[in-house]
């Protein structure tokens, strides 16, 4: 049973730097892709950053130069740090990997 932990969200001002964890078990976690998604109120979930298990990222454009994904094979744990946050990056944050989800930890902005 594959399961998937997130922690590390909060309330930080524009700025500010926070970074997020996912601690995954039930799956071969050196050999996948994990990837983080975010919700925001009323809008759909999109697809924030992903890390291969060679270590190859991709991040969406609206993150670029702020966000970093890196993961630790030996903890089993993906994070995403994320520096120079803005309100608009204010949302859920999901890890994904092979279809499963955690249950999100919510990140706010705000001054």
């Known amino acids: 049973q594959v399961q998937l932990v997130e922690s590390g969200g909060g309330l930080v001002q524009p700025g500010g730097s926070l970074r997020l964890s996912c601690a995954a078990s039930?799956?071969?976690?050196?050999?996948?892709?994990i990837e983080w998604y975010r919700q925001a109120p009323r809008k759909e979930r999109e697809l924030v950053a992903g890390i291969t298990g060679g270590g190859t990222t991709n991040y969406a454009d609206s993150v670029k130069g702020r966000f970093t994904i890196s993961r630790d094979n030996a903890k089993r744990t993906v994070y995403l740090q994320m520096d120079s946050l803005k309100p608009e990056d204010t949302a859920v944050y999901y890890c994904?990997?092979?279809?499963?989800w955690g249950q999100g930890t919510q990140v706010t902005v705000s001054s």
């Open positions: 039930g799956i071969w976690f050196s050999f996948n892709v």
């Open positions: 994904s990997v092979g279809g499963n």
